[in-house]
């Protein structure tokens, strides 16, 4: 198949979620002979962090202006099997009437799911879906299960809705030797957002002051001048995805936040959460509904909901941790894995177009989805 995607990056890892699934899925969709042509709008945020040229296997385009790409949009649109826009697409509307002018299946693949339903309900217009809502696209993906496909549908107009997870790609994500500027006995992994910072006052930074003899290390984007830090805290200033693997192997412990509309609305795990499962780095992370239908908690996956619960695992002997870990990384590898999360994608888009997708955690899973 020949995919076109309208995404909002896949060359920079700085500050989004959004490019590290792509490189992952990407790659595994070249391995199974598909060919993915990717344009990115080429905003000076991304191209000063740049950590990616171009797509083995497939076509990056990168553009300055939708005015100035768009005869090759519509080039490549016309003669694809499919055409994904995504959320928080820059030019994520008229990419969706530019693919509506094409034969082609049409698809809306929502990375945000969360946050584009708390902005609706906000009342706060959005930039990347048009008046119509969802309802001309053939089939709506989303980053989000549970409940989140009946509000889709409802709020949105959406026809056929199926979640598609996040995924690990093991090729990139694995154990390796540790580095000791990322030593760490609880590690985190994040860019700053005002609300994940309750949780990581509970979960980390608390901690933190009462463990001084523990080292604690944040990376990530975006922290203010005015962030408290303590003596055992330290920094590491956005780590790019070829780095993850030796912070995740120089800690003991890596914590994961998840943001507030996501852990309200459930179903919606971190691609971190894969990605430090299969570098075998045991994981604590916030309780939210539907997390079970990923890891086990208790057994594949430690949970905290507030400082004693942060302070209680770090206690645990390492033969427990390293159980632990071992589970999560042979089920993030088995069943979380880009390679995994391919063949979904190739299943979805070619089964027939009918009507909506069952989800998990409202019955049976769809397309045979045991995530």
């Known amino acids: 198949m020949k995919l076109v995607i309208f995404g909002l990056t896949i060359s920079s890892s700085w500050g989004n979620g959004h490019a590290t699934l792509w490189r992952g899925l990407c790659g595994a969709l070249a391995q199974r002979k598909h060919h993915v042509v990717f344009f990115e709008r080429d905003v000076p945020y991304y191209a000063m962090h740049r950590d990616l040229d171009a797509i083995p296997g497939g076509t990056l385009i990168l553009y300055s202006d939708w005015a100035a790409v768009i005869a090759d949009a519509r080039r490549h649109a016309a003669d694809a099997d499919v055409v994904i826009v995504t959320s928080y697409c820059p030019d994520g509307i008229a990419a969706a009437e530019l693919a509506f002018e ?112 523990r080292r604690f290390l944040i990376a990530g984007a975006m922290y203010p001048p005015s962030f408290t830090w303590s003596a055992n805290l330290f920094f590491v200033h956005h780590i790019s995805p070829p780095d993850h693997p030796a912070l995740y192997s120089s800690s003991r412990l890596t914590l994961n936040i998840t943001r507030r509309a996501m852990a309200r609305m459930g179903y919606c795990p971190s691609g971190r959460l894969f990605e430090a499962a299969a570098c075998g780095t045991p994981i604590l992370s916030d309780a939210w509904e539907g997390i079970e239908i990923f890891f086990e908690p208790g057994q594949e996956i430690l949970l905290a909901r507030n400082s004693e619960d942060t302070m209680r695992t ?58």
């Open 314 to 371: 770090l206690a645990m002997s390492e033969d427990e941790l390293a159980r632990i870990a071992r589970r999560a990384s042979e089920r993030a590898l088995t069943e979380h894995s880009a390679a995994a999360r391919a063949r979904q994608l190739e299943e979805i888009l070619t089964a027939p177009q009918r009507a909506p997708l069952s989800h998990p955690g409202a019955g049976a899973p769809a397309l045979g989805l045991e995530n």
């Open 102 to 213: 094409s034969r082609t299946l049409k698809v809306f693949y929502d990375l945000d799911t969360p946050v584009t339903l708390d902005l609706l309900s906000s009342g706060v217009s959005l930039d990347y879906i048009g008046p119509r809502g969802l309802c001309d696209f053939d089939l709506v993906l989303s980053y989000t299960g549970g409940a989140a496909a009946d509000q889709l549908r409802a709020l949105l107009g959406a026809r056929r809705v199926t979640p598609l997870y996040g995924s690990v790609d093991g090729s990139q994500h694995h154990r390796v030797s540790p580095a000791s500027q990322y030593r760490a006995d609880l590690s985190y992994i994040g860019t700053y957002a005002e609300d994940r910072q309750e949780k990581l006052e509970a979960l980390f930074l608390e901690p933190a002051r009462r463990m001084p003899e």
